[in-house]
């Protein structure tokens, strides 16, 4: 089945040390860092896309909107979702949100593209060879 508007992936994770802001430098206080929250909105959005791919088809990231509204702690658990919003040629927009067992604390727009896997590695390497 091809990637179609409506199918919605998911991905979490217990906040931990190496996730806050903190750690990442992204800011002073020990709380999640938005690299990490943005991190797990675009791999709900990769597990959202995936049974739709082709073999040898993967999806690279190309555009995010996003805000980080409210802070969460140590320990806690953060799920992402991502649902297909719309499907233009090779480009998939999602909508995307985390939430945490209290509240949301993040929403936004991601785009990405389909690419062949094959032929976007070999374009990477090639960046090496120049």
């Known amino acids: 089945m091809p990637v179609e508007i409506g199918m919605r992936g998911c991905a979490s994770a217990v906040v931990a040390g190496e996730d806050t802001a ?3 430098g992204s800011g002073l206080v020990p709380v999640l860092a938005t690299p990490r929250m943005i991190a797990l909105m675009e791999e709900a959005a990769v597990n959202a896309a995936q049974s ?9 990231g190309v555009r995010l909107e996003t ?15 991502a649902e297909v919003t719309a499907v233009e040629g090779r480009n998939i927009t999602f909508a995307v949100w985390a939430e945490d067992s209290v509240e949301q604390i993040g929403r936004g727009t991601h785009q990405r593209a389909v690419v062949q896997t094959e032929r976007f590695l070999a374009r990477v390497q090639a960046k090496l060879d120049r």
Not at 52 to 60: A, F, N, S
Not at 67 to 80: E, F, L, W
């Open 67 to 81: 805000s980080h509204d409210a802070a969460t702690p140590v320990g806690m658990k953060v799920t992402a979702w």
């Open 22 to 24: 903190q750690a990442m």
């Open 52 to 60: 739709g791919l082709l073999p040898g088809e993967t999806t690279v």
